[in-house]
């Protein structure tokens, strides 16, 4: 009786050309969907440690503008990133009497509201990605697996034959592209979850700064 190889290599190697473009694109979404993750990862904690190393210097005691100086013109972290652009409008609305200018609030809040988006923006940049393979690959390992059946099909028709050694490989090929489809969707949908929750707790935690730091020049301008 003859031994039918059933590893994974082997029926890759025997799967029709579709089947095998069905999961090199699986495969490869699998790939670029844990580089995303990886990535991802590696930048939501680097966001928060920065944080956090910014909010002990905000809290310290030092002068805002003594702070603003230190970090000057090029903040490195998004959240110096927001209390620059904040504390860059404040010294914009100053007249050279001393006076200010009116409507400084305002001008201020929306000048750190525009830089919260723009690291929103940056934040969730390849998250769309995830949701795609996460809600796509089964659907494409769906049809890998219905184009395999159906050459199993029509294989048992041509040799009139529903031996096993007929069917089985069909049929294994087939549900290696479910599999595949699976492998690829599964992590991508867990970690889509993960960070998008990591991604607005970090925003809201950039949102309630620049109201605190409204807050507090608020407390000046009424002074």
């Not at 090929?173 to 992590?187: D, F, K, R, S, V």
Request: proline share 3%.
């Amino acid at each position: 009786m003859e031994t039918v190889d059933y590893s994974i290599w082997a029926l890759i190697e025997k799967a029709t050309p579709v089947v095998k473009l069905v999961m090199l694109t699986l495969v490869l979404a699998s790939f670029w969907a844990w580089a995303i993750i990886i990535q991802k990862t590696i930048a939501y904690r680097k966001a928060r440690t920065e944080a956090e190393r910014f909010d002990r210097a905000f809290w310290s005691g030092e002068p805002l503008d003594g702070l603003f100086d230190r970090i000057g013109m090029s903040p490195t972290g998004p959240a110096e990133k927001i209390f620059a652009a904040g504390m860059l409008e404040w010294r914009r609305s100053h007249r050279n009497g001393g006076g200010m200018i009116a409507g400084a609030q305002s001008r201020i809040e929306r000048t750190m509201d525009v830089a919260i988006a723009k690291e929103a923006d940056i934040l969730q940049k390849g998250l769309i990605v995830l949701a795609t393979v996460g809600s796509s690959t089964p659907f494409i390992g769906l049809f890998g697996t219905v184009w395999g059946i159906m050459n199993t099909f029509i294989a048992i028709n041509e040799q009139q034959n529903t031996n096993l050694a007929v069917v089985a490989p069909g049929i294994a090929e087939a549900l290696l592209a479910t599999g595949l489809g699976l492998l690829a969707a599964i992590p991508a949908v867990i970690f889509y979850n993960k960070l998008s929750a990591d991604s607005d707790r970090i925003l809201g935690n950039y949102e309630a700064f620049a109201d605190e730091f409204s807050t507090i020049l608020s407390r000046q301008l009424d002074d």
